[in-house]
């Protein structure tokens, strides 16, 4: 079943997120992908017909009664027969011919038939596709620069190890980061950040197995879907892969306000790989997937339930692992354009200024894999393709997190200046005529 109406967009085009409004248009298709006795599960798509969008509402009126009871890569709330849903935040910029994809479960009684209208951002469908108003939109350069960039103006508490940005569905963002407890940043402007306390300012009992009693929480990985943020994050010992991933949620991010979820996976001396350095993507098709891994045999990729944020079978999935080395860790999958990039970090973290970290990168039509990099070496065999390095005072770049913004794509990192202080970097990503990306 197919339902298939045409949408007002909007855009946007600087940081911080702006409140959304419609202005051009986009078309929707809604299909009930499969359905049994007083169920189904629909699919929808999004596709932008017009100017960028920034934070997206969709609305409409179910006919004969039926009730949403789950949403992957949306929100989701329903007043009777109307029906609003939201972007998850991961997924809130839709580019001009650009698309997003949302799925949900949902009870009827009787008959099924498909919503005879849509709404973008408050506006009816159309029907057909609007002129997109001019402006500018968010478009970096095509051709990377001589020489890398200096970190982008940071102002603030900007002492960070292992950073993982999220924009908030209300506006400005979080930033959360290794260190006691888990920390917390937040800024408006993405410029000036100040300190928001720790996820867990009771503690966290439950990962002293593999601290060996040390507070300190390694490498979180933040985002937002469905309402609440999740925040996958690492217990360990340096060295050791006797190591652990749990996952915390929230409904604010807020300190102290963390619901712990448990364990997703842990290692042990046995073990031929090391459940640090989590990232979650959600793919195409609203399937969940955490990357991980540092030395030993690399890189891994699982699956996860998007009802629980928990593994959903045994299979560990091989994706990145060097040749003549070990030195593989931070994996950050993001999807551009028809890409799945899988960016990670090479060499020797955590020695200050002598420390020679660097970005690496290679891309995949499939989420799962195989990532080469630009001359076509798979990443399972070493291939990576440098994205930054040291360079200046700027030592050892490393365990890097991407995410979309209203201007771009933007990458987030650490580095050592020349006291050995580990400092936030944040610079844009640009793509070539090819699609690879560098930072400018």
């Known amino acids: 079943m197919l339902a298939s109406m045409v949408v007002p967009a909007l855009a946007l085009t600087q940081p911080p997120?702006?409140?959304?409004?419609?202005?051009?248009?986009?078309?929707?298709?809604?299909?009930?992908?499969?359905q049994w006795p007083g169920g189904f599960t629909g699919d929808v798509t999004v596709r932008n017909l017009g100017d960028p969008v920034t934070g997206w509402r969709l609305t409409w009126s179910f006919a004969a009664g039926q009730q949403i009871s789950q949403t992957w890569n949306a929100t989701a709330a329903q007043s009777g027969a109307a029906v609003t849903v939201t972007d998850a935040g991961h997924n809130a910029a839709i580019p001009g011919g650009g698309s997003v994809t949302f799925g949900f479960n949902a009870s009827w009684t009787g008959s099924n038939p498909a919503p005879a209208a849509f709404a973008l951002n408050g506006v009816t469908c159309t029907g057909t596709p609007d002129t997109p108003s001019p402006g500018p939109t968010p478009s970096g350069p095509t051709t990377p620069p001589s020489s890398y960039p200096g970190p982008g103006r940071v102002t603030g508490d900007i002492?960070?190890?292992?950073p993982s940005v999220v924009r908030r569905p209300g506006g400005g963002y979080l930033l959360a980061h290794t260190g006691d407890n888990i920390v917390l940043k937040t800024s408006a402007d993405r410029t000036a950040w100040r300190n928001a306390g720790t996820v867990f300012p009771g503690g966290a009992p439950w990962t002293t197995s593999y601290t060996g009693g040390?507070?300190?929480?390694?490498?979180?990985?933040?985002s937002y879907h469905n309402g609440r943020y999740y925040l996958y994050y690492s217990a360990s010992s340096f060295g050791s892969n006797t190591s652990a991933?749990?996952?915390?949620?929230?409904?604010?991010?807020?300190?102290?306000?963390?619901?712990?979820?448990g364990l997703i996976i842990s290692t042990g001396s046995g073990s031929t790989y090391n459940a640090i350095d989590p990232n979650l993507i959600v793919d195409d098709q609203g399937r969940w997937w955490l990357s991980f891994g540092s030395f030993w045999t690399g890189i891994k990729l699982i699956q996860l339930d998007p009802a629980t944020g928990k593994r959903l079978d045994g299979t560990v999935r091989g994706i990145a692992q060097r040749s003549g080395?070990?030195?593989?860790?931070?994996?950050?999958?993001?999807?551009?354009?028809?890409?799945?990039y899988l960016w990670v970090s090479f060499d020797a973290c955590c020695r200050g200024a002598a420390s020679t970290y660097r970005i690496m990168v290679g891309r995949s039509a499939s989420v799962t894999g195989p990532y080469v990099d630009r001359n076509?070496?798979?990443?399972?065999?070493?291939?990576?393709?440098?994205?930054?390095?040291?360079h200046g005072s700027v030592h050892g770049p490393g365990h890097q997190a991407v995410f979309g913004d209203t201007d771009g794509d933007v990458l987030v990192y650490h580095y050592y200046a020349d006291n050995g202080a580990s400092l936030l970097g944040i610079n844009k990503i640009g793509y070539d005529a090819t699609g690879w990306p560098f930072v400018y």
């Open 245 to 261: 991933i749990f996952l915390a949620t929230s409904t604010t991010g807020a300190s102290g306000s963390w619901t712990n979820e």
């Open 214 to 222: 040390s507070r300190s929480l390694w490498a979180p990985d933040i």
């Open 376 to 390: 076509g070496v798979a990443m399972t065999s070493g291939g990576g393709t440098q994205v930054l390095a040291g």
């Open 17 to 34: 997120a702006a409140a959304a409004t419609a202005a051009a248009a986009c078309g929707v298709d809604y299909t009930v992908a499969s």
């Open 159 to 162: 002492g960070v190890h292992d």
């Open 325 to 340: 080395s070990t030195a593989i860790e931070a994996p950050y999958l993001y999807k551009h354009g028809g890409y799945y």
